[in-house]
């Protein structure tokens, strides 16, 4: 029994990373984020990745937060996209 439940907690580092990522997401559940934090108290690599994804993030929300593109731009795209819209339409 003790066997089946370490195997079941104890997550390796492809499945830590991919939790990270889900947990970002707002995705995880109880038991995954007790894997996941279980995972990272013993793991020194997973915390240092956890460290540098959380710092990416952080990085990436500040150059896009103030970021807007010029209306000329919105409405060129705007209509690109509203024709690529129309041909996907006509050639289904
Ligand atoms: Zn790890």
Known sequence: MKKFIMKYLMLNCKDATFLMS??????????????????????????????????????????????????DVKSKLKKVLDEMGNSLVENF
């Open 22 to 71: 889900k947990r970002d997401e707002g995705k995880l559940s109880m038991i995954d984020r007790m894997r996941l934090s279980l995972h990272i108290s013993i793991c020194h690599l997973c915390r240092k990745f956890e460290k540098q994804i959380t710092e990416i993030g952080l990085g990436t929300k500040n150059v896009h937060s103030d970021f807007q593109l010029p209306v």
